[in-house]
Every structure is written in structure tokens, then in C-alpha cells.
């Protein structure tokens, strides 16, 4: 069987390459997305704060759920500062520590912010320098509130030494301290252990008596995973084994739970583009294979008349695409393994992870990619060769010499309603104007694809009989041949279409749904913008506290109104499971109104105080709620509680689906802190505010003041949109490879046909304008299809978010697209035909015989 395989594949080099290619590839995708989804699972930062520490006792940052992953929680929760004497009297504890960061930053030479480390949480209390190890101390600890010790790096870059005076800006309070020690180590600044938990608000309010995590080091001879196990008894024991206890490389989630929201968000990223990839890459190798296989039509039907059975037939034609598939499969799977380590170190540099968060490396992601991509290549094949297979000997020998003809009525019934479903489901929209509601235009233009697939043959073959119809009396032979080929051969010229019209369609709406949503959040948030100027402090963790009662005070200044971001968790059953909707929360005030107009429908933002929160008008849908309800939610930092909802709005793409109460969320954010001031200016007086603004905050270091308008437009891509693009950049890429290496091969088995043309006169140069006109109008009709599936859910969209029925983007983007499809069609097409019409009709003849 495998002797006989190979002798079948011998001459089909075309066919054998376009094989490759798109196992290559398939292969290389699915490894990547495998390390990504991998990588998801088992990654942890690298340790080092907590370096010295042999077991972390921290609170969970995450929600579990029934039926799905852990949601992470990007607040850091707190634990109760009691454990820190409990936990340090187990028997093999050497000492326990109880630490406490805050955001800290140091105002150098010239007014100048010197960074030490992330400026949320870079201070932190004495007893806290030694959990990265043993490091250099010149100086003494801080021995009150005036003292303070600095890393040796951030010393040297704010240029003061032990005794020297430093300005720190510490948990949005600036003042003066005496430099009582620098220490090696990590950049970090250090209090004296009261006067953090002070500054931390340790000693009053709602985390009053809390630490961020008690770090324990075992006693010499006592086994660190041994020492974690004793530590999670004791927590069962005292009615705390909701904490999480953590040994070896799981520190580093710990030590910053950023980590833990990355993981999430690549196991969440792999697996949002998993399934485009799986269906890209079996549409493109069974594209592959279909074209393979029919070339060799007249060898299979020989067999089928020598007495091969149906079954036979299959088994040699998978025995020879599996052979065929081995070859590229190591390569493809190296090829994945170096595409998600530059595809991690992009979504490092754009912010999407946390820069030091490393990829879990093992051979499973390849293994799993060799059997999934094995399994597509084998059904795929039998799929191809199930037609032949099954035919009558006598009828296969008869079609062998001609291409199948006629496209199969319940395949064009079947997608046809596939493209009619899509297209239903691009109205979602209209109807939900979330971010989440712009999947529904991607997977209706997925969906249409499919159809296509499907009911292409027939479409192009209804086409090309009406164009044929309609062609003048004077058409030159060469045209009158391109269309009447499309007619009489639709299956060949739909895969064509089928296949580069899939590549317009995805061009079109992953991009033109990313710019359209951009542009809608851009309109609203700034519809919604009544402030004249926004100040922030982002080298310093948050605004200064006290600034705001200063700028208050300022003249022509109308109002001001301290806004943050949190993340808002909202449990609720589905499905019968235990689940969480997590949604992107604005914190402010009874003074929002004064500031931002939400798009009110319902209820009193001027309530907004106290244990209340105002949802949109999509999440009160969604959640079943309505205003005067009391819902059960989750704060970012895991704890539980109860609101009620004041109001609903109809503005959440530019702020988020939850709007938070100060009073609700205080004590329950990282820094506690606002992220930025948004500042009104009475009427005629916006210029004067500018000044006046400009002025304070140049004596304020590290403050910026700037536009609030103008920073929305100026606003930097979101991450997430250049991940999107370099995704299908690179998907789109390889589906233009394999496509190319599809029709190059499917042109270069016409060499009966062309030999034919030319046994009756036509001229090698007649048979080059015919070919050329059969890409034209392939590539008319790629096009054609491409726009049409993905204009209608394109048109949704714009109307729901823009209210005009078309979507936002780049108009260079189609022709972009239209010219590229029919450059691809013109090369893959003329070439091949012309290494054809080298050889002279008799040796053709010759070889056949």
C-alpha cells in the first residue's frame, strides 16, 4: 500500500507542494497557539521580592467557577495581620514577615520623578528589605516618620546618600525625609514598619489591621514544600484555608498578581484565536488535498476497474497524504515553537503581559499540533476521495477525463443557509453595543466563509452561466473561453474563490471591526466629556490626595471630580454553575454629572454614594436587574458586597459597564488612589483654568495636566488591537501562501487541456490570454464574494455603534485587499501555465500514453 501510495504521488509535484505548505503552516499555528494555551495554564513570573521567603501566605487573586477558568482579580486583597504571629510560631518557621507595599515614587534633582520600581507599590515597610535576601545596608533602618531608605539604584539616580534629604512623593502625600539607609537589592522605598502601615491605611479604615502577604522562612533542615504543607493545616485549623499558600515558582504570581491576570489573558488569547486557526488550516490543507487528489482521478479509476474496492481506494489515498504530511510536520512544529516566542515578546512590548512573564516551553504544544494536524490531513483526504471512491468503475473511468461538474444541491442548500444565518447574526449590534457584541460580526463573517465554501461551486457556476449568456457576439475567443471554463469547471473556480474571497472577508471585517469599535469608544467618551482639563500622576501611582481641594480653589474652576478604574466581578448561575461576569468599572461620585454625561435612562447618578453603583443599560439586561435593586457584587480585590443600583446609562463603551461609589470601592484598590482629576471650568473662564492648572502642576512633580478632549483622541491604540493585527496579518499570509501553491498547482495539471486548445490551433500566447482572463475573473469574484459577506455585517455594526450603515477604518483597505487577491490569482496562474507550454503537444501526448 505505501509503495503503491508513492508511485500515485510521483509526477504530481505541484500538488505535492501545496501540500506542504499548508501543513507547514497548520502545523506551525497550532504549535504556537498550543504554547500560548500552555503557557496560560502553567506560567508563573519569575520570583524576585520575595526571593528570600521559603513560603507566601496571601489572599486569592481569583473567583473560581463551575464550568470555567478562575477569574483573576486585579486588586490586591488583603490578609489579616494576625497570621503574621500565628504562622511565624509554627514549628519550622525561622521568622514571618508581614508585607505591606504602597505607592511610593522619589522626587530627584530638578523636581524630577526617579523611578523605583512600579510606582503603585514600590514603598513598603523595613521589615519588608530583607524577604529578596541578603543584601548590602549602609546606614541605619528608618527609625520614624522622617526617615526613609532607598535602593541603591534609585539613590544614586536621585543623587543623596545616608543623611542626605530626599523628597518622596508616599501614598499621595509629599514630604521631606532624612536618607537613613540605602540597601542593595530590587528598587524599592522603605518606612519604618509603623509609619507604612500608616501610610498604607493599615491602621484605620476598611483594611484596618491587614498585610498584603506574610512571607515565612524555614528554619535550616526544615523542607520548604514540607514547611507549606503545615502552613496550609494551619490555615484549615484557624478557618482561613480560603488563602492561598504558596512554595517554589508559584511565589511569583504572588508577589504580583498582574501575573495571574496575564495568564488568564493568554490562555484567553489562544483560545479566541484557536478556533479561526483550526478552521483556516483545514479549510486550507483540505484545499490542498482536494486538488492533489484530483489530478490523480484516472489512476484511482484504473483501480476501481482493476477490482480495487472503495475502501482500498481511501486507505491509499490517506496512507499518501499522511506520508506526504510527515515531512513538514517537525519543521512546522520548530516553525511554531520561534513563532510564539516572538509573539510573546510582542504582546510583552505592547503591554498586554507583564514584560518579565516567561512561556511555558514543553513538547506537548508540538505533540498536540502532530496529531490534531495527523487527524485533519487524514479526514480531509477520505473526504476528497469519497466521491471517487465510491463511483462505479465504468463511471470513474469516464469522468477520469474530465473534471467533476456539477456542484452537489444539498452542499449549495446547506451553505446558503449557513450565509443567511451569518448574516442574521451580524445584527447583533444592533441590539447590544458592548465590545463583546463585536464578536458577533467576526464570527458572522467565520460563519459566511463557510457558506461560501460550500455553496460557491453553484454561485460561480450560475454566474459564469449568466455572464456567458450575456457576452457580445464580437467576444474574443480567449474571453469567451475564461468564462465559459468557470462555467463548465465550477468546482475548481469556486475553491478559487472560495478560498482567496475568504482572505477579503477576514481582511475586512477583523480589521474594519476593530477600527469601528475604536472609533465608537472615541465618540462616546468624548460626547461624554464635559470637563475642560485632566490631571494625572502616573509616575507617582495615583493623584496626590490633597490636590484636588487645591485645584478646587483655584479660579474659574467649576468643579472637580476624582475618577478611578477598578474591575467589578457580578456572580450569578448559568446554566445551572457558579459563574462571574467580569466587567471594566469607572469609581467616582455624586459629582460625576458635574464632569461626564454617562447617557442617563434611568435612575439618579447624584445617588451615587454609600454602598451604590450604576450599571449600563446592556449589563441591567443581561443581569436581570433594574434600578432600586440590591445586587450582590464582587470588588476587585475579591470582597463581597452589597449595592444598590441608583441608575442606569447607555455610555459604557468609553467607561466601562459598572460605575463604582468612592465609598464602596475605598479600601478595596491597590493604591487608593484616583487616577485622575477631570476639572470643569465655569463658563468663559477654560483658558483661565489652563493657566492656572499649568502653573500648579509645574510645581507639583510628576503631575501632568492636559486637555480631557484632547486626550481621548490622542489616546494610544489599545494593545489589544495591534495583537489582532499582527494575528491576522500572519494568518492571512499563510492562507495567500497556500492558496497560491492551490492554484499553481491545480493550473499546472491542465497541461491535457492546454494540450488540447493547442492540437486545435490555438497558440501558446492565446492560451496565456485565456488564462489571464479565467484570474481576472476569479479574483472579480473573490473580491465580489469577500465584500458581500462582510459588507452586511459590517453595515450592522456601523449602524448599532455609529449610527450610519457603514463601519470606520482605512479606505485604502479594500483596493489594498482587491489588488493583492488579484496579484496572487495572476502569478499563481500565468506561471504554471507557462512551464506548461514549454513542453511540445507530442511529448505531452507521449507521457499520457
Same mark, same amino acid.
Given at each position: 500500500?505505501?509503495?503503491?501510495?508513492?508511485?500515485?504521488?510521483?509526477?504530481?509535484?505541484?500538488?505535492?507542494?501545496?501540500?506542504?505548505?499548508?501543513?507547514?503552516?497548520?502545523?506551525?499555528?497550532? *504549535?504556537?497557539?498550543?504554547?500560548?494555551?500552555?503557557?496560560? #495554564?502553567?506560567?508563573?513570573?519569575?520570583?524576585?521580592?520575595?526571593?528570600?521567603?521559603?513560603?507566601?501566605?496571601?489572599?486569592?487573586?481569583?473567583?473560581?467557577?463551575?464550568?470555567?477558568?478562575?477569574?483573576?482579580?486585579?486588586?490586591?486583597?488583603?490578609?489579616?495581620?494576625?497570621?503574621?504571629?500565628?504562622?511565624?510560631?509554627?514549628?519550622?518557621?525561622?521568622?514571618?514577615?508581614?508585607?505591606?507595599?504602597?505607592?511610593?515614587?522619589?522626587?530627584?534633582?530638578?523636581?524630577?520623578?526617579?523611578?523605583?520600581?512600579?510606582?503603585?507599590?514600590?514603598?513598603?515597610?523595613?521589615?519588608?528589605?530583607?524577604?529578596?535576601?541578603?543584601?548590602?545596608?549602609?546606614?541605619?533602618?528608618?527609625?520614624?516618620?522622617?526617615?526613609?531608605?532607598?535602593?541603591?539604584?534609585?539613590?544614586?539616580?536621585?543623587?543623596?546618600?545616608?543623611?542626605?534629604?530626599?523628597?518622596?512623593?508616599?501614598?499621595?502625600?509629599?514630604?521631606?525625609?532624612?536618607?537613613?539607609?540605602?540597601?542593595?537589592?530590587?528598587?524599592?522605598?522603605?518606612?519604618?514598619?509603623?509609619?507604612?502601615?500608616?501610610?498604607?491605611?493599615?491602621?484605620?479604615?476598611?483594611?484596618?489591621?491587614?498585610?498584603?502577604?506574610?512571607?515565612?522562612?524555614?528554619?535550616?533542615?526544615?523542607?520548604?514544600?514540607?514547611?507549606?504543607?503545615?502552613?496550609?493545616?494551619?490555615?484549615?485549623?484557624?478557618?482561613?484555608?480560603?488563602?492561598?499558600?504558596?512554595?517554589?515558582?508559584?511565589?511569583?504570581?504572588?508577589?504580583?498578581?498582574?501575573?495571574?491576570?496575564?495568564?488568564?489573558?493568554?490562555?484567553?488569547?489562544?483560545?479566541?484565536?484557536?478556533?479561526?486557526?483550526?478552521?483556516?488550516?483545514?479549510?486550507?490543507?483540505?484545499?490542498?488535498?482536494?486538488?492533489?487528489?484530483?489530478?490523480?482521478?484516472?489512476?484511482?479509476?484504473?483501480?476501481?476497474?482493476?477490482?480495487?474496492?472503495?475502501?482500498?481506494?481511501?486507505?491509499?489515498?490517506?496512507?499518501?497524504?499522511?506520508?506526504?504530511?510527515?515531512?513538514?510536520?517537525?519543521?512546522?512544529?520548530?516553525?511554531?515553537?520561534?513563532?510564539?516566542?516572538?509573539?510573546?515578546?510582542? =504582546?510583552?512590548?505592547?503591554?498586554?503581559?507583564?514584560?518579565?512573564?516567561?512561556?511555558?516551553?514543553?513538547?506537548?504544544?508540538?505533540?498536540?499540533?502532530?496529531?490534531?494536524?495527523?487527524?485533519?490531513?487524514?479526514?480531509?483526504?477520505?473526504?476528497?476521495?469519497?466521491? *471517487?471512491?465510491?463511483?462505479?468503475?465504468?463511471?470513474?473511468?469516464?469522468?477520469?477525463?474530465? %473534471?467533476?461538474?456539477?456542484?452537489?444541491?444539498?452542499?449549495?442548500?446547506?451553505?446558503?443557509?449557513?450565509?443567511?444565518?451569518?448574516? !442574521?447574526?451580524?445584527?447583533?449590534? =444592533?441590539?447590544?453595543?458592548?465590545? %463583546?457584541?463585536?464578536?458577533?460580526?467576526?464570527?458572522?463573517?467565520?460563519?459566511?466563509?463557510?457558506?461560501?465554501?460550500?455553496?460557491?461551486?453553484?454561485?460561480?457556476?450560475?454566474?459564469?452561466?449568466?455572464?456567458?449568456?450575456?457576452?457580445?457576439?464580437?467576444?474574443?475567443?480567449?474571453?469567451? #473561453?475564461?468564462? &465559459?471554463?468557470?462555467?463548465?469547471?465550477?468546482?475548481?473556480?469556486?475553491?478559487?474563490?472560495?478560498?482567496?474571497?475568504?482572505?477579503?472577508?477576514?481582511?475586512?471585517?477583523?480589521?474594519?471591526?476593530?477600527? !469601528?469599535?475604536?472609533?465608537?469608544?472615541?465618540?462616546?467618551?468624548?460626547?461624554?466629556?464635559?470637563?475642560?482639563?485632566?490631571?494625572?500622576?502616573?509616575? =507617582?501611582?495615583?493623584?496626590?490626595?490633597?490636590?484636588?481641594?487645591?485645584?478646587? !480653589?483655584?479660579?474659574?474652576?467649576?468643579?472637580?471630580?476624582?475618577?478611578?478604574?477598578?474591575?467589578?466581578?457580578?456572580?450569578?448561575?448559568?446554566?445551572?454553575?457558579?459563574?462571574?461576569?467580569?466587567?471594566?468599572?469607572?469609581?467616582?461620585?455624586?459629582?460625576?454629572?458635574?464632569?461626564?454625561?454617562?447617557?442617563?435612562?434611568? &435612575?439618579?447618578?447624584?445617588?451615587?454614594?454609600?454602598?451604590?453603583?450604576?450599571?449600563?443599560?446592556?449589563?441591567?439586561?443581561?443581569?436581570?436587574?433594574?434600578?432600586?435593586?440590591?445586587?450582590?457584587?464582587?470588588?476587585?480585590?475579591?470582597?463581597?458586597?452589597?449595592? %444598590?443600583?441608583?441608575?442606569?446609562?447607555?455610555?459604557?463603551?468609553?467607561?466601562?459597564?459598572?460605575?463604582?461609589?468612592?465609598?464602596?470601592?475605598?479600601?478595596?484598590?491597590?493604591?487608593?488612589?484616583?487616577?485622575?482629576?477631570?476639572?470643569?471650568?465655569?463658563?468663559?473662564?477654560? %483658558?483661565?483654568?489652563?493657566?492656572?492648572?499649568?502653573?500648579?502642576?509645574?510645581?507639583?512633580?510628576?503631575?501632568?495636566?492636559?486637555?480631557?478632549?484632547?486626550?481621548?483622541?490622542?489616546?494610544? *491604540?489599545?494593545?489589544?488591537?495591534?495583537?489582532?493585527?499582527?494575528?491576522?496579518?500572519?494568518?492571512?499570509?499563510?492562507?495567500?501562501?497556500?492558496?497560491?501553491?492551490?492554484?499553481?498547482?491545480?493550473?499546472?495539471?491542465?497541461?491535457?487541456?492546454?494540450?488540447?486548445?493547442?492540437?486545435?490551433?490555438?497558440?501558446?500566447?492565446?492560451?496565456?490570454?485565456?488564462?489571464?482572463?479565467?484570474?481576472?475573473?476569479?479574483?472579480?469574484?473573490?473580491?465580489?464574494?469577500?465584500?458581500?459577506?462582510?459588507?452586511?455585517?459590517?453595515?450592522?455594526?456601523?449602524? &448599532?455603534?455609529? &449610527?450610519?450603515?457603514?463601519?470606520?477604518?482605512?479606505?485604502?483597505?479594500?483596493?489594498?485587499?482587491?489588488?493583492?487577491?488579484?496579484?496572487?490569482?495572476?502569478?499563481?496562474?500565468? =506561471?504554471?501555465?507557462?512551464?506548461?507550454?514549454?513542453?511540445?503537444?507530442?511529448?505531452?501526448?507521449?507521457?499520457?500514453?
Amino acid at each position: 500500500m505505501l509503495r503503491m501510495s508513492l508511485l500515485l504521488a510521483r509526477g504530481r509535484l505541484g500538488a505535492l507542494v501545496a501540500i506542504v505548505c499548508a501543513v507547514l503552516g497548520g502545523s506551525a499555528f497550532l *504549535t504556537a497557539t498550543g504554547v500560548l494555551a500552555e503557557s496560560g #495554564l502553567r506560567s508563573h513570573l519569575p520570583v524576585e521580592r520575595l526571593a528570600g521567603a521559603d513560603v507566601v501566605v496571601a489572599a486569592r487573586q481569583s473567583v473560581a467557577q463551575d464550568e470555567d477558568l478562575p477569574e483573576p482579580l486585579p486588586e490586591r486583597a488583603a490578609v489579616p495581620a494576625r497570621l503574621v504571629a500565628s504562622l511565624g510560631a509554627l514549628p519550622g518557621v525561622a521568622s514571618a514577615i508581614g508585607d505591606v507595599s504602597l505607592p511610593a515614587a522619589v522626587v530627584g534633582p530638578g523636581g524630577a520623578v526617579v523611578g523605583a520600581g512600579d510606582p503603585r507599590t514600590a514603598g513598603h515597610g523595613w521589615s519588608s528589605r530583607t524577604l529578596p535576601g541578603p543584601g548590602s545596608l549602609h546606614g541605619t533602618p528608618p527609625a520614624g516618620p522622617g526617615d526613609v531608605a532607598l535602593d541603591a539604584a534609585t539613590a544614586a539616580r536621585a543623587g543623596v546618600r545616608p543623611g542626605d534629604r530626599v523628597t518622596v512623593v508616599a501614598a499621595g502625600r509629599r514630604n521631606g525625609y532624612r536618607v537613613s539607609a540605602v540597601v542593595g537589592g530590587p528598587a524599592g522605598v522603605y518606612f519604618d514598619d509603623a509609619v507604612a502601615a500608616s501610610l498604607a491605611g493599615r491602621d484605620a479604615g476598611p483594611k484596618r489591621g491587614t498585610v498584603d502577604l506574610v512571607a515565612l522562612r524555614a528554619a535550616p533542615g526544615t523542607d520548604p514544600g514540607a514547611l507549606a504543607a503545615r502552613v496550609r493545616s494551619a490555615l484549615r485549623a484557624d478557618g482561613r484555608g480560603d488563602l492561598t499558600v504558596a512554595a517554589g515558582g508559584a511565589r511569583g504570581d504572588v508577589e504580583q498578581p498582574g501575573g495571574m491576570t496575564g495568564r488568564a489573558l493568554l490562555f484567553a488569547l489562544a483560545g479566541s484565536i484557536a478556533g479561526v486557526v483550526l478552521m483556516i488550516v483545514g479549510f486550507v490543507v483540505a484545499g490542498a488535498l482536494s486538488v492533489a487528489i484530483a489530478g490523480q482521478r484516472r489512476d484511482l479509476a484504473l483501480l476501481r476497474a482493476v477490482g480495487a474496492t472503495p475502501r482500498q481506494v481511501r486507505r491509499l489515498i490517506a496512507t499518501q497524504t499522511g506520508v506526504i504530511a510527515l515531512f513538514p510536520l517537525p519543521f512546522g512544529v520548530a516553525l511554531g515553537y520561534v513563532l510564539a516566542g516572538r509573539f510573546g515578546g510582542m =504582546l510583552a512590548g505592547h503591554g498586554v503581559l507583564p514584560g518579565r512573564l516567561p512561556l511555558s516551553w514543553s513538547p506537548l504544544p508540538g505533540l498536540a499540533a502532530v496529531l490534531l494536524l495527523s487527524a485533519v490531513v487524514r479526514v480531509s483526504a477520505l473526504a476528497a476521495a469519497f466521491r *471517487t471512491s465510491r463511483m462505479p468503475a465504468t463511471e470513474a473511468v469516464a469522468e477520469s477525463r474530465a %473534471e467533476p461538474r456539477t456542484p452537489s444541491a444539498v452542499r449549495t442548500r446547506i451553505g446558503l443557509l449557513l450565509i443567511a444565518g451569518a448574516m !442574521t447574526l451580524g445584527a447583533v449590534p =444592533l441590539f447590544l453595543r458592548t465590545a %463583546e457584541a463585536t464578536v458577533a460580526t467576526g464570527s458572522a463573517s467565520l460563519l459566511a466563509v463557510i457558506g461560501l465554501g460550500l455553496a460557491g461551486p453553484s454561485l460561480v457556476r450560475r454566474g459564469s452561466g449568466a455572464l456567458l449568456r450575456r457576452l457580445p457576439p464580437r467576444t474574443s475567443p480567449a474571453t469567451w #473561453l475564461a468564462v &465559459g471554463n468557470g462555467h463548465g469547471y465550477a468546482l475548481r473556480v469556486g475553491g478559487a474563490v472560495t478560498a482567496l474571497g475568504m482572505a477579503v472577508a477576514f481582511t475586512l471585517s477583523y480589521a474594519l471591526t476593530q477600527t !469601528t469599535l475604536m472609533t465608537a469608544t472615541t465618540h462616546q467618551a468624548r460626547a461624554a466629556t464635559h470637563a475642560d482639563v485632566a490631571v494625572t500622576a502616573p509616575a =507617582l501611582g495615583g493623584v496626590p490626595a490633597n490636590l484636588a481641594g487645591e485645584i478646587r !480653589t483655584a479660579p474659574g474652576v467649576a468643579a472637580v471630580v476624582p475618577v478611578g478604574t477598578t474591575t467589578v466581578l457580578w456572580p450569578h448561575r448559568e446554566d445551572g454553575a457558579n459563574a462571574v461576569a467580569a466587567y471594566r468599572a469607572l469609581v467616582t461620585g455624586p459629582d460625576t454629572p458635574a464632569v461626564l454625561d454617562l447617557g442617563r435612562r434611568d &435612575g439618579d447618578l447624584r445617588r451615587l454614594s454609600g454602598a451604590t453603583i450604576a450599571v449600563s443599560r446592556t449589563t441591567a439586561f443581561a443581569r436581570g436587574a433594574e434600578v432600586g435593586d440590591r445586587v450582590t457584587v464582587l470588588l476587585g480585590d475579591g470582597t463581597r458586597a452589597t449595592a %444598590e443600583i441608583v441608575a442606569t446609562y447607555d455610555r459604557s463603551l468609553g467607561f466601562g459597564d459598572v460605575v463604582v461609589s468612592r465609598d464602596l470601592a475605598a479600601g478595596h484598590t491597590t493604591t487608593g488612589l484616583a487616577d485622575r482629576l477631570l476639572v470643569r471650568a465655569a463658563p468663559g473662564r477654560a %483658558e483661565v483654568v489652563r493657566r492656572s492648572l499649568a502653573a500648579l502642576t509645574a510645581r507639583e512633580p510628576g503631575v501632568r495636566a492636559g486637555d480631557a478632549r484632547g486626550a481621548i483622541e490622542k489616546a494610544p *491604540t489599545p494593545p489589544e488591537v495591534w495583537v489582532n493585527v499582527v494575528v491576522l496579518a500572519v494568518l492571512l499570509g499563510y492562507v495567500l501562501l497556500a492558496v497560491a501553491n492551490r492554484l499553481a498547482a491545480a493550473a499546472a495539471q491542465r497541461r491535457d487541456e492546454f494540450t488540447a486548445l493547442r492540437l486545435i490551433g490555438a497558440t501558446p500566447r492565446q492560451i496565456v490570454g485565456m488564462v489571464r482572463r479565467e484570474a481576472a475573473l476569479v479574483a472579480a469574484a473573490a473580491v465580489g464574494a469577500g465584500v458581500a459577506l462582510s459588507a452586511v455585517p459590517l453595515a450592522l455594526l456601523g449602524a &448599532g455603534f455609529l &449610527g450610519r450603515p457603514w463601519a470606520a477604518g482605512p479606505i485604502w483597505l479594500l483596493p489594498a485587499a482587491a489588488a493583492t487577491v488579484a496579484l496572487i490569482a495572476w502569478l499563481a496562474t500565468e =506561471l504554471p501555465v507557462r512551464g506548461a507550454l514549454r513542453a511540445a503537444p507530442a511529448n505531452v501526448l507521449a507521457q499520457r500514453s
